[in-house]
């Protein structure tokens, strides 16, 4: 594997590209064979995330922070199922309030059908703290498609709001 650091040239983040294809970088460099070329974007570094699960609460919380995109989001979300302590009968608190990414519609679905895959894994609420309107206009779709799916999903400003909803009872509401 090559590993590229910081070249303005490179464009996109990950790029595989696998046998006997010759490239030509620059000063032209050729390769050839079986090669896997990372091509490394600074930017896409800062991303972070905790997760913090409450027993008391019954509540898993998600902060997530930097520079995401369709690939990374998905990514996250499979990193919490994963995560040992994950527990589908609580509750999920998302706060991408300092998240860097604006989703097209396309990737909207593309992360509402990634998540309705999961399904299992998410029986109980989704809040999801957003900022900026376009963002919240943007997944009160994804919540809408999710809730009429079966899953309760919804999206607000205020953090407070968001625990409020998580504490009332369930019921099955499209919002």
Do not use: C
């Not at 799916?149 to 509401?173: C, H, I, R």
């Amino acid at each position: 594997m090559i590993l590229f650091h910081n070249f303005e040239f490179f464009k996109y983040t990950w790029l595989f590209i696998n046998t006997f294809i010759y490239i030509y970088i620059e000063n032209k460099i050729k390769f050839t064979s079986n090669i896997y070329i990372i091509w490394y974007n600074p930017a896409m570094n800062n991303r972070k995330y905790n997760i913090d699960i409450s027993k008391n609460n019954k509540t898993i919380t998600i902060n997530a922070s930097g520079q995401y995109d369709l690939d990374s989001t998905k990514n996250l979300i499979h990193k919490v199922i994963m995560d040992p302590r994950f527990n589908p009968e609580y509750d999920l608190l998302v706060d991408i309030r300092d998240v860097k990414y604006i989703p097209k519609i396309n990737e909207i679905f593309s992360i509402s059908n990634f998540v309705l895959s999961f399904k299992q894994y998410f029986k109980k609420k989704i809040a999801i703290i957003a900022s900026g309107e376009i963002l919240i206009k943007m997944f009160k779709v994804s919540s809408v498609f999710i809730s009429k799916q079966g899953m309760q999903s919804y999206v607000f400003q205020n953090p407070q709001e968001a625990v409020k909803w998580l504490d009332e009872p369930e019921t099955l509401q499209i919002h």
